[in-house]
């Protein structure tokens, strides 16, 4: 049985092991451990038979506008619902918080618009927004802004946007 819960901090371990791969293979960016310790309360695992197979993370950009970040499904999973899951719980959380717009940057452009999200190429933002948001040190925010400093981080990657 599939379930999708908040992860806790036991679950570092698990969610290391099932994005290893995925960053040796330069698909996601890799995390020190502190930085998954630090932003664990973002993040949901998915579990399958109970075990962990997948995970995913919401992280709040600004008042309207959150990104989903490090979406991964262990190889033995996928195909079978689980990544729609993890999405879906997303997708829910920003609700509840008020976010109108999810961001993502990925390699998986078929997998994020068969549930809505659309390839952007501007920054969406109005330019005190960009003004504001042009002074976090967040690396997923300066890829989102289309930095130049990041441009290493998101060759190959599209950048999608969905409205909620």
Known sequence: MLSVRSANTSDVAKIRQLANPLVEQRVLLGKEPVELYESIQEFVVAELDGEVVGFGALHVMWEDLAEVRTLAVSSSAQRRG???????????????????????????????????????????????????????????????????????????????????
């Open 82 to 164: 689980v990544g729609a899951a993890i999405l879906r719980e997303l997708l829910e959380r920003a609700r509840v918080l008020g976010i109108h717009r999810v961001f993502c940057l990925t390699f998986e452009t078929k997998f994020f618009a068969s549930h809505g999200f659309e390839e952007i190429s501007d920054v969406p933002v109005d330019a005190a927004t960009y003004a504001e948001l042009v002074r976090s040190h967040d690396e997923g925010v300066a890829e989102f802004l289309d930095l130049a400093r990041v441009k290493q981080n998101t060759l190959g990657n599209t950048r999608m946007l969905k409205k909620l």
